[in-house]
């Protein structure tokens, strides 16, 4: 009896703590978000309290980086390298 108890301990025990265990790490955003005007004539994405934003005519939006750079290029003005 005490072999059959031990044997369900053991199945419950592969089947239940896999399905309950919390993952390692918390999966990170690797694509930080920018932020660009959509006004007609706005080429540029932008950083955070950039003043060149401060010119749009249009729209501003906050966008993930990896759809700014399909059709924009970096601000000269707060991407100074």
């Known amino acids: 009896m005490r072999k059959i108890t031990l044997s369900i301990l053991f199945v419950l025990s592969v089947v239940l703590i896999p399905t309950t265990v919390l993952p390692l790490s918390q999966p990170q955003d690797n694509d930080p978000k920018v932020i660009i005007c959509t006004g007609e004539y706005s080429k540029c ?6 003043r060149g934003i401060k ?9 993930k ?11 000269l003005i707060c991407y100074k390298e």
């Open 45 to 50: 994405y932008h950083k955070y309290k950039c």
């Open 55 to 63: 010119n749009c005519k249009g729209e501003i939006k906050y966008v």
């Open 65 to 75: 980086l990896s759809e700014a750079l399909k059709t924009r290029r970096k601000c």
